[in-house]
C-alpha cells in the first residue's frame, strides 16, 4: 500500500510595502516575515515534515518564503516548483494545481496567498478565520491519490503560525 498524503499550504511570510510602486508580485519579504519563515520551517521540521515536492507562487514573498523553508528542511531549490498560477489563485485553481500532482509525492507543500488560502482550508473542513503570514495549515488525506483530493478525504492535522504559543 502506497502512504497516504500529507497536504501543507503556507501562506507567504510578511511582505514589505517599503516601495509602495512595486508590482504586487514583486514585494519582497519584510523584516518580520525574514524572521518568522525559518522559525516556522523549523516547527516544520520538529514535526518531522520532509516534502517530496514544493509548489510555489512566482510572487517573491512566496517564492522567499519557498527558498528558505526549502534550506531549513534540506531540501534543494531546483526541487521546488515555481507556479505562475498559484498567484492570485481561486480556491478552485489551487485545488486543480495540487489535483495534478503525481501519486510519487506524498508530502507535499504549497506556498500561495489569500484569500485563495482560507477559502480552500474551509471548503477541505479546516475551521479558521484567517491564515496569518507564514501560518501553515496541514491535511491528512484518507487517500493514495492526490486526484481524489476533496472535503470527504481531507483531515485536518495541524494549524500553525508565528504568534501560536507550542
Known amino acids: 500500500m502506497t502512504q497516504k498524503k500529507k497536504l501543507i499550504l503556507v501562506r507567504h511570510a510578511k511582505s514589505s510595502w517599503d516601495i ?10 519584510a523584516k518580520r516575515g525574514l524572521d518568522d519563515a525559518p522559525k516556522m520551517a523549523n516547527r ?6 520532509y516534502p517530496d515536492l514544493m509548489l510555489s507562487s512566482t510572487a517573491l514573498r512566496a517564492a ?8 531549513i528542511l534540506g531540501v534543494s531549490e531546483d526541487d521546488i516548483s515555481w507556479e505562475k498560477g498559484l498567484f492570485h489563485a481561486s480556491p478552485h485553481q489551487i485545488l486543480k494545481i495540487i489535483r495534478m500532482q503525481k501519486d510519487s509525492v506524498n508530502t507535499l507543500l504549497v506556498f ?13 473542513g479546516g475551521e479558521l478565520d484567517n491564515l496569518p503570514t507564514s501560518g501553515q495549515f496541514g491535511f491528512n488525506l484518507k487517500t493514495e491519490h492526490w486526484a481524489e483530493l476533496k472535503p470527504e478525504t481531507a483531515e485536518v492535522w495541524f494549524f500553525d503560525f508565528p504568534k501560536k504559543k507550542s
Open 64 to 71: 522567499e518564503t519557498a527558498k528558505i523553508t526549502a534550506k
Open 112 to 124: 500561495g496567498h489569500n484569500p485563495g488560502f482560507n477559502d480552500l482550508i474551509t471548503y477541505l
Open 44 to 49: 516544520l521540521k520538529k514535526k518531522g515534515v
Open 20 to 29: 509602495p510602486w512595486l508590482n504586487d508580485h514583486d514585494r519582497p519579504l
